[in-house]
């Protein structure tokens, strides 16, 4: 059983951490679609106007009115959290990023780290969490690579275990999402695994670039 005030609530476009006894879960959620539902239409037309004026004021309100825990960016590159941090009054605590063995982003994970923004890693699962989107992937699924393969038969635990317990032992936190019981447990039964600096090692080696999630994409703006 776990008690409620230690149960949190984010959303995906803004990443505000807060705990459920400190506002109403519907009120939080209301003020959020209404900031998404707004913002997004001002993203479509200029991202960069958007970006620079949104999150500051959020940061405030959710922080001030709402006695949030801390607030987030998500799916922010090196160069936005730059501009972010020259004008923000409130630093993000956490930057939410697509993170797999196949984009690792040593680069920005370091420079998060450098200024005391907490990385929490999206698809740790590659392509296997955008099948349901349609997403087409040519190459071989993280959860059927061999080197995935040869390191979860070495520890008896399954493919997702192994990246999962990368990305853990990587310093960042991870979001697998699952309808299924057991599947759950499995998630929640990663941190059991240690994996030694050699197989760290190989699977950082996996690294090749390749993003599932492009927002640049959808907003026209070459953000990645």
Known sequence: VCMRVAIFVFSVLLQCVFPLDSVPAEKACECIARWRNETESEMMQSPVKAMRTRPDHLFLSFLLCFCTYGAGVSNFNAALLIDLLSFAKIKPSVNQIERHPYLTQPELVAF????????????????????????????????????????????????????????????????????????????????????????????????????????GKMWKTPIF
């Open 112 to 215: 998060c780290k450098y200024h005391g923004i907490h990385v929490t890693a999206y698809s740790s699962f590659g392509h296997g969490s955008y099948i349901e989107l349609g997403v087409k992937f040519e190459g071989t699924g993280l959860l059927e690579h061999p080197v995935i393969q040869e390191i979860a038969g070495a520890h008896s635990c399954s493919t997702a275990q192994v990246l999962l317990a990368w990305g853990l032992q990587s310093g960042t936190s991870v979001i697998p999402k699952s309808v299924h019981d057991n599947r759950l447990q499995e998630n929640f039964d990663a941190d059991k695994v240690q994996l030694a600096p050699e197989e760290m090692r190989k699977i950082d080696a996996l690294n090749n670039g390749t993003r599932f999630n492009d927002v």
